[in-house]
């Protein structure tokens, strides 16, 4: 991200405070629920949706523009199922959006010399070989090695995302020593008690006390060491999460300057709405700039606080706070 790209974002959030308005400066948006692979995690492919098509993205991104947003962060689902995947990436970077992609790494061969214009690829990576092809089928972690090397080749930025769960917090070094070598960053979330998508729950979840013993040791890590700068969460927010399992509430920046879209075009507070203090659900397809920007002015912020373990909206939330440490992280 340029400097002019961080500066602007800082000054659409001083924008969203100082006016107390809703501005998505940063949308994660679900292009499909679609899936190659079954993440014993994630439940989202078999929901049911009629997913947006090319002509009413490209509307949306158009009306995202004028309403302020600088980052569209494109997920799933596996977002390279749509076979439009480059033409509506192409056209975010054609109104000079940031874009990133998130993808479980399956069909990145099939794509890798139109991808130049990504800002950053992010690709999940569970663990060593046997880790991460046991939560996501046989031969998902030579996809992922793969997809990996052709982004190092074609120097697209790379970076992973690792779920921690009961399977993989004996690989922590493993995968951060992969990041190093790969030249990538590595992102850690926090499972979620429900699988993604449903209310079923999470068979991955880990005994706390050892959850929270890695935690510790990454805080360190990203204090001091090899992996200080490997490691992508900002240092207050992997304290945030030394308090699972009951974490502190904070004001949240979700409905404020993030938000989320859904295949279908729902504009919608977070991927955990239900939860959100800020919660609401809007219709965004067929609505024209002016439609959507009345809406969003009549939104009140909610004074409520909320916490989840989501590591982005938890950086969010802390850029929203204007933590310091979130902050440097972030220049």
């Known amino acids: 991200m340029r400097l002019k790209e961080k500066i602007y974002i800082g000054l659409m959030i001083a924008k969203a405070k100082l006016l107390k308005q809703s501005i998505p400066v940063i949308v994660g948006w679900a292009l499909t629920y679609q899936c190659n692979k079954q993440c014993k995690y994630c439940l989202l492919p078999i929901k049911k949706t009629v997913e947006l098509n090319t002509a009413e993205v490209k509307l949306l991104i158009d009306n995202f523009k004028r309403l302020g947003t600088k980052m569209l962060i494109f997920t799933g689902g596996e977002p390279f199922l749509r076979k439009d995947i480059i033409e509506i990436i192409n056209y975010a970077k054609q109104k000079r959006m940031i874009v990133y992609v998130n993808s479980n790494g399956s069909r990145i061969r099939d794509f890798i010399g139109q991808l130049g214009l990504v800002d950053c690829l992010n690709i999940s ?95 360190e890590y990203k204090k001091k060491g090899k992996y200080k700068n490997i490691i992508a969460n900002p240092l207050p927010a992997l304290k945030y999460f030394r308090s699972l399992p009951k974490l502190p509430l904070m004001a949240c920046a979700s409905g404020k300057i993030t938000f989320r879209v859904t295949p279908d075009g729902f504009l919608i507070t977070c991927g955990e709405s239900g939860i959100a203090a800020n919660h609401f659900r809007i219709a965004l397809k067929n609505k024209t700039y002016e439609q959507v920007k009345q809406i969003l002015e009549k939104i009140k912020f909610s004074k409520q606080r909320c916490s989840c373990g989501c590591a982005d909206r938890v950086e969010a939330s802390m850029l929203w706070n204007l933590n310091p440490g979130a902050v440097l992280n972030r220049l």
């Open 125 to 219: 990576l569970e663990g060593n070989k046997q880790t991460h092809n046991a939560i996501r089928g046989t031969g998902s972690f030579e996809q992922v090695m793969e997809s990996a090397e052709l982004a190092k080749q074609h120097k697209i930025k790379l970076r992973f995302t690792t779920t921690l769960n009961k399977l993989n917090l004996e690989n922590i070094d493993y995968i951060l020593d992969s990041g190093a070598n790969l030249q990538a960053k590595v992102k850690f979330q926090i499972l979620t008690d429900y699988c993604l998508g449903s209310v079923e729950k999470n068979p991955l979840l880990p005994e706390n006390h050892k959850l929270i013993k890695v935690i510790k040791q990454l805080c």
